[in-house]
T-cell receptor
Framework: AQSVTQLDSQVPVFEEAPVELRCNYS??????LFWYVQYPNQGLQLLLK??????LVKGINGFEAEFNKSQTSFHLRKPSVHISDTAEYFC????????????FGAGTRLFVKA | DVKVTQSSRYLVKRTGEKVFLECVQD?????MFWYRQDPGLGLRLIYF???????EKGDIPEGYSVSREKKERFSLILESASTNQTSMYLC???????????FGSGTRLTVV
């Protein structure tokens, strides 16, 4: 069965430090990969996506992610975080079977400390 | 600015009531989705629709139904609300390209 695993439920980090939020997926077919961010009391916003081409993708707010097919991973990174990056981050996949259903991970809560 | 609008941010309903959650999008998107979000479980798909009057069950459809009479509106119905349906409900839409979802702000439903 297809699944998305976010390896850390919470990540505390100091302001201006780098951060990596880890995501692994399991699928018997190829996938499209997404990261979303959810600020408190809001819906989710798309951060970035990988559909094809270069495995390093850049998104909004200085985030980037790298697709590693052999390790079935899509980790999210930012070289220097800000207090305003405190939010919950969701990794997600769409299976390349012609539909548009998205499978979400359980989320990682990023907490940036001053 | 494109939008997905959920009619209520907070709702409190009694056990056994019939509950309607409304979602409207202004982007002419073909696809619409209802998810529920619970701590530690992420987002779980309840129902989705790829076209008007079309609906498909997601992973947790029990106790829910949906209606899509117009392209822009996708309603989630709790036929007889129960306390285990207390949750955050998120509506999303997407086009036929793989652009990702646009989400509404969510409805936090409490069933007492």
């Amino acid at each position: 069965a297809q699944s998305v695993t976010q390896l850390d439920s919470q990540v505390p980090v100091f302001e201006e430090a780098p951060v990596e939020l880890r995501c692994n997926y399991s699928s018997s077919v190829s996938v499209y990969l997404f990261w979303y961010v959810q600020y408190p009391n809001q819906g989710l916003q798309l951060l970035l996506k990988y559909l094809s081409g270069s495995t390093l993708v850049k998104g909004i707010n200085g985030f980037e992610a790298e697709f590693n097919k052999s390790q079935t991973s899509f980790h999210l990174r930012k070289p220097s975080v800000h207090i305003s990056d405190t939010a919950e981050y969701f990794c997600a996949v769409i299976l390349n079977t012609g539909g548009f259903k998205t499978i979400f991970g359980a989320g990682t809560r990023l907490f940036v400390k001053a | 600015d494109v939008k997905v609008t959920q009619s209520s941010r907070y709702l409190v309903k009694r056990t056994g009531e019939k509950v309607f959650l409304e979602c409207v999008q202004d982007m002419d998107h073909e696809n619409m989705f209802w998810y529920r979000q619970d701590p530690g479980l992420g987002l779980r798909l309840i129902y989705f629709s790829y076209d008007v009057k079309m609906k498909e069950k997601g992973d947790i459809p029990e106790g829910y139904s949906v209606s899509r009479e117009k392209k822009e509106r996708f309603s989630l119905i709790l036929e007889s609300a129960s306390t285990n349906q207390t949750s955050m409900y998120l509506c999303a839409s997407s086009s036929l390209t793989l652009g990702g979802y646009t989400f509404g702000s969510g409805t936090r439903l409490t069933v007492v």
